[in-house]
């Protein structure tokens, strides 16, 4: 699930120039900040069925319950809007170069992924603060 706060996030689209502003959709969150939990990788998988993008560690989007060390994924199912909404963040992602391709159907974390990562925890970490919600 998307932190409180930082669903529809803007970011600075700097791989795209500085004038190209994009609104992060809260699915991108999502993926962005599970693969940093997860070490920076994510696997997509396109078969004749449907669509999948899996990582390994902690939980990667709210469907399954694996925990940390498991493959967890999402995409995969009868859920064919969820599928294409999952898919399209996935794609900004990629669009904007917060993840990069590093193999055929593997891709990493970039630079400025991290950063971006970084910056949405931050926000989150002083709305948390500033509503007197720290743990």
């Not at 699915?27 to 396109?46: F, H, Q």
Request: proline share 3%.
């Amino acid at each position: 699930m998307t932190p409180k706060g930082l669903a529809g996030t803007n970011f600075p689209a700097s791989t795209q120039g500085a004038e190209s502003r994009e609104q992060l959709l809260p699915e991108a969150v999502e993926v962005l900040l599970a693969g940093v939990r997860n070490g920076g990788r994510l696997i997509e998988i396109k078969y004749d069925g449907g669509w999948v993008l899996q990582c390994v560690g902690d939980v990667c989007i709210p469907q399954g319950s694996a925990g940390r060390g498991q493959i967890t994924q999402f995409g995969n199912g009868a859920d064919h809007r969820k599928q294409a909404l999952y898919r399209k963040a996935f794609e900004q992602l990629v669009k904007t170069g917060l993840i990069e391709r590093a193999d055929e159907n593997l891709f990493d974390v970039s630079h400025d992924g991290y950063l971006q990562a970084d910056q949405l925890l931050a926000a989150e970490q002083l709305r948390l603060v500033q509503s007197g919600a720290t743990s």
